[in-house]
């Protein structure tokens, strides 16, 4: 089975622009997160849907938005870019929202974004 | 955003020597404190949980302990490999600390 897909591998935006990132959960897993990893510093959560509906959501600007689609898979949208959005951008899947002791979370390789 | 403090940055530890990582919480509301390892290129993977109502779990050459009223856990690694090398998070649900880069020479 495949683990947690996530495109594209690298992408490079310049200021201002808007940019859309995609995941793909792991087969029968119905939620999905967000992660935002600068360099150097640990995941940094941003979103979680489970069931296409928001289920909590980070410490971001309004300019960070997702949605889930009815086959689980997401999308995550950042607008008006900042040179401070280069990071890795993670998804991990779950078979159940939130996280506990049984509901392990799956991540994907992420995304790499470069802000120039 | 930070809920979970982590410590060492980053660690060197001789091959077969113990690595310790050190993390403290502050929301007492999330039951859940796993240890993720990442390694370049790589999402994290889950490595070992903990649940607050168990004070130590071990699995293979790694164990967690927990201190509920410090608030407070801990990733050993017994016996440490160069394939141990690696960033490690803990993190207290969905709040990452900010990682231990071990290296652990042969």
């Known amino acids: 089975d495949a683990g947690v897909t996530q495109s594209p591998t690298h992408l490079i935006k310049t200021r201002g622009q808007h940019v859309t990132l995609r995941c793909s959960p792991i087969?029968?897993?119905?939620?999905v997160s967000w992660y935002q990893q600068v360099l150097g510093q640990g995941p940094q959560f941003i979103f979680q849907?489970?069931?296409?509906?928001?289920?909590g959501r980070g410490n971001f600007p309004d300019r960070f938005s997702a949605r889930q689609f009815p086959n689980y898979s997401s999308e995550l949208n950042v607008n008006a870019l900042l040179l401070g959005d280069s990071a890795l951008y993670l998804c991990?899947?779950?078979?159940?929202?939130?996280?506990?002791?049984?509901?392990?979370?799956?991540f994907g390789p992420g995304t790499r974004l470069t802000v120039l | 955003q930070q809920q979970v403090k982590q410590s060492p940055q980053s660690l060197i530890v001789q091959k077969g020597g113990i690595s310790i990582i050190n993390c403290a919480y502050e929301n007492t509301a999330f039951d859940y404190f796993p240890w993720y390892q990442q390694f370049p290129g790589k999402g994290p993977a889950l490595l070992i949980a903990?649940?607050?109502?168990?004070s130590e779990k071990k699995e293979g050459r790694f164990t967690i302990s927990f201190n509920k009223s410090a608030k407070q856990f801990s990733l050993h690694i017994m016996d440490s490999q160069p394939g141990d090398s690696a960033t490690y998070f803990c993190?207290?649900?969905?709040?990452f600390g900010t990682g231990t880069r071990l290296t652990v020479i042969p």
């Open positions: 903990i649940r607050p109502d168990v």
């Open positions: 849907y489970y069931e296409k509906e928001e289920r």
């Open positions: 993190a207290n649900n969905l709040f």
């Open positions: 087969s029968g897993h119905k939620s």
């Open positions: 991990a899947s779950s078979s159940v929202a939130g996280v506990g002791r049984y509901n392990e979370q799956f």
